[in-house]
């Protein structure tokens, strides 16, 4: 479908621009930008496994425009962050202002456990959010197959005899 890929083409785009923008007026250096063209229903997708398998060294950021570009099926969503958090390396999300506070220069330990526990939580909650939209999405395309197949199983028969049929037993 030319236009779906067009729609994806922009998408890409506009987030490539965004994070563009955000590490310029942050003054942060970008490196690598890694695109993935495929779904993000699950992390079998062969840019992604490079990206976490070869790129990504321990006091990398690795910045997502939503976190619905990184996953989402909640469950896999929430382990590859904790992944990620494992390997050293640090996630921004541009949607969710929690990620992009760098907790580690905090001094108040207590403050900076409050800090982490809500970006936990907003992450786990726009990660159930993404898997959502997911699910109504292919709920809704459920229902137009079903709309399709039923369209196809119910063709009308005109009379144009002008007699009364016999009905079908």
Sequence with gaps: DPIHEAQKEQHLDRGIQEIERYCNEHEMALTNIFTDQETGKNFNRPRYTVLVEDVLRPGDILIVTELDRLGRNKYDTMQQIQR??????????????TTLMDLSVMDNAMARMMLETINNMMLELYAS??????????????????????????IPVFNTSGTNPAPIP
């Design 84 to 97: 990620i958090k494992n390997m050293g390396v640090r996630l921004m999300v541009l949607e969710l202002p």
């Design 129 to 154: 959010m993404a898997q959502a939209e997911l699910e109504k999405k292919e709920k809704r395309q459920r229902e137009v197959e079903k709309q399709k197949t039923f369209q196809m199983e119910t």
